[in-house]
């Protein structure tokens, strides 16, 4: 376990205005406005309440076009406030809780992203982590003058670059190189703060940053990328990794996988953690799990479940019945998950239908319906045995399922002694059980000269 006290961490994915697809028709308070900052708000009190650890903001800059009038049912793109300003205004309405928002290495600059992250980090008191993401949309590339996206391995090469120029960018300034000696008259001291002269493949950044270093040293480090670059990206860098398995052997294999990568990369393996997506139904019986699990896909009407597949097959699929056996399915290396899902579907006999379902509600997370028990005993179970250091939960619908894991499952897990009762520090970090970077200027007096630091 990488917890220094043994105990799960919890995160909360907050997926617009659900985890399931259909969720915003099913919720029972009505319909949210995704718009709105107090509904925002409230979950992240609520969450911070019942002691989780982060409350996680996806993002994605593009507007798929989606064939077909029913294909707009979706909540998916109709509304998504940007992650770092809703973080932003969350941190001025919360104390504890870590927050963490997705940004784009592909459409963003590294001087512009570190200074708002550690902006984020100053404003928030040491609570801010930075869920990079390289952007694999062809939508995402026309809004930013590009014909296409960039070929993958190229945004994960440039993606590397930009982590590690960020991260430079941080280590600016010294820890206490602010004065603020009123009397000598000198605010800051120069000869501790630190110039970059960063020339490399993709940019050039001379530094230093204009925003003190961050509180935590650097803001946590979070990555998903599933494919080969993905993966050496997040062992090289993240301190903490989200990750879609489908079961606890696939859970076990990417942990045992990750933790001998970043021991490859020279790093402590337990500063590395795995936190699998998870959506969890919850209810007093499994036969009530079940019925709420087979309503909730009753909602999402099959011309929108097709239409998402061919959005990520990049295909049209052939015009036929969708109870009919599978095509040949041309899928990307760059979606492991829907690899794995197409692997299962030709091993046990999908329809396109049955495939489409599946692939358009996974959202890449373990789903599980039960109750509390059941609930807490499989979260026991991972972490016993070395499939996982925490879940994210990502609720089918808001804010009621949320409210639902937090007031029914967490006592369970609390009584068990599998889950905290109270934040243990005051950082991110500190609740994370993760160490806090040291600077390299510091190790490294010389770097501050050196032309370039992209050796």
């Given at each position: 376990?990488?917890?220094?006290?043994?105990?799960?961490?919890?995160?909360?994915?907050?997926?617009?205005?659900?985890?399931?697809?259909?969720?915003?028709?099913?919720?029972?308070?009505?319909?949210?406005?995704?718009?709105d900052?107090?509904?925002?708000?409230?979950?992240?009190?609520?969450?911070?309440?019942?002691?989780?650890?982060?409350?996680?903001?996806?993002?994605?800059?593009?507007?798929?076009?989606?064939?077909?009038?029913?294909?707009?049912?979706?909540?998916?793109?109709?509304?998504?406030?940007?992650?770092?300003?809703?973080?932003?205004?969350?941190?001025?309405?919360?104390?504890?809780?870590?927050?963490?928002?997705?940004?784009?290495?592909?459409?963003?600059?590294?001087?512009?992203?570190?200074?708002?992250?550690?902006?984020?980090?100053?404003?928030?008191?040491?609570?801010?982590?930075?869920?990079?993401?390289?952007?694999?949309?062809?939508n995402?590339?026309?809004?930013?003058?590009?014909?296409?996206?960039?070929?993958?391995d190229?945004?994960?090469?440039?993606?590397?670059?930009f982590?590690?120029?960020?991260?430079?960018?941080?280590?600016?300034?010294?820890?206490?190189?602010?004065?603020?000696?009123?009397?000598s008259?000198?605010?800051?001291?120069?000869?501790?703060?630190?110039?970059?002269?960063?020339?490399?493949?993709?940019?050039?950044?001379?530094?230093?940053?204009?925003?003190?270093?961050?509180?935590?040293?650097?803001?946590?480090?979070?990555?998903?990328?599933?494919?080969?670059?993905?993966?050496?990206?997040?062992?090289?860098?993240?301190?903490?990794?989200?990750?879609?398995?489908?079961?606890?052997?696939?859970?076990?294999?990417f942990?045992?996988?990750?933790?001998?990568?970043?021991?490859?990369?020279?790093?402590?393996?337990?500063?590395?953690?795995?936190?699998?997506?998870?959506?969890?139904?919850?209810?007093?019986?499994?036969?009530?799990?079940?019925?709420?699990?087979?309503?909730?896909?009753?909602?999402?009407?099959?011309?929108?479940?097709?239409?998402?597949?061919?959005m990520?097959?990049?295909?049209?699929?052939?015009?036929?019945?969708?109870?009919?056996?599978?095509?040949?399915?041309?899928?990307?290396?760059?979606?492991?998950?829907?690899?794995?899902?197409?692997?299962?579907?030709?091993?046990?006999?999908?329809?396109?239908?049955?495939?489409?379902?599946?692939?358009?509600?996974?959202?890449?997370?373990?789903?599980?319906?039960?109750?509390?028990?059941a609930?807490a005993?499989?979260?026991?179970?991972?972490?016993?045995?070395?499939?996982?250091?925490?879940?994210?939960?990502s609720?089918?619908?808001?804010?009621?399922?949320?409210e639902?894991?937090?007031?029914?499952?967490?006592?369970?897990?609390?009584?068990?002694?599998?889950?905290?009762?109270?934040?243990?520090?005051?950082?991110?970090?500190?609740?994370?059980?993760?160490?806090?970077?040291?600077?390299?200027?510091?190790?490294?007096?010389?770097?501050?000269?050196?032309?370039?630091?992209?050796?």
């Open positions: 376990m990488s917890h220094p006290d043994g105990r799960m961490i919890l995160a909360t994915f907050i997926h617009n205005a659900g985890g399931h697809p259909a969720g915003w028709r099913y919720e029972p308070t009505g319909a949210i406005d995704q718009h900052f107090q509904h925002y708000a409230r979950m992240a009190r609520s969450a911070e309440r019942a002691k989780l650890h982060i409350y996680f903001s996806g993002d994605s800059q593009g507007y798929p076009h989606l064939k077909g009038r029913d294909a707009f049912m979706s909540s998916d793109w109709a509304g998504k406030l940007e992650p770092t300003t809703l973080l932003a205004a969350l941190a001025a309405v919360t104390t504890d809780i870590g927050l963490i928002a997705t940004a784009s290495t592909t459409y963003n600059e590294p001087y512009a992203l570190a200074r708002r992250f550690a902006s984020l980090d100053h404003i928030s008191g040491g609570r801010v982590g930075w869920n990079v993401v390289t952007s694999g949309s062809d995402e590339a026309h809004n930013f003058g590009l014909p296409t996206q960039i070929e993958h190229e945004r994960y090469r440039r993606a590397a670059e982590v590690e120029v960020a991260k430079c960018l941080w280590d600016s300034w010294e820890d206490g190189a602010h004065l603020r000696d009123q009397a008259g000198r605010y800051f001291d120069p000869d501790r703060v630190h110039a970059l002269y960063h020339r490399g493949p993709h940019f050039s950044v001379e530094g230093p940053l204009n925003v003190g270093r961050p509180p935590q040293g650097h803001p946590v480090i979070v990555q998903a990328g599933d494919s080969e670059a993905g993966r050496q990206l997040g062992a090289r860098t993240a301190d903490l990794i989200f990750t879609p398995p489908q079961s606890l052997v696939d859970a076990q294999r942990y045992a996988e990750m933790k001998r990568r970043a021991a490859d990369c020279g790093r402590d393996p337990r500063h590395l953690l795995i936190i699998p997506s998870v959506r969890f139904l919850v209810r007093s019986t499994e036969r009530e799990a079940q019925r709420v699990n087979d309503e909730l896909r009753a909602l999402i009407p099959d011309p929108v479940t097709v239409a998402r597949l061919e990520r097959l990049g295909v049209d699929l052939p015009a036929r019945s969708l109870d009919e056996p599978l095509p040949d399915l041309p899928v990307s290396t760059a979606d492991p998950a829907l690899q794995q899902l197409v692997a299962t579907a030709r091993a046990e006999g999908w329809t396109v239908r049955q495939l489409a379902r599946r692939a358009f509600v996974s959202r890449g997370a373990f789903q599980f319906a039960g109750t509390p028990e609930i005993e499989l979260c026991a179970t991972w972490l016993r045995e070395s499939a996982a250091d925490g879940f994210s939960l609720p089918d619908y808001h804010p009621s399922g949320l639902e894991f937090l007031s029914e499952v967490v006592p369970v897990l609390q009584r068990s002694g599998l889950f905290r009762s109270e934040y243990e520090g005051r950082t991110l970090r500190e609740n994370l059980g993760l160490p806090r970077p040291s600077n390299r200027f510091v190790e490294s007096p010389a770097l501050g000269g050196e032309p370039n630091i992209w050796a």
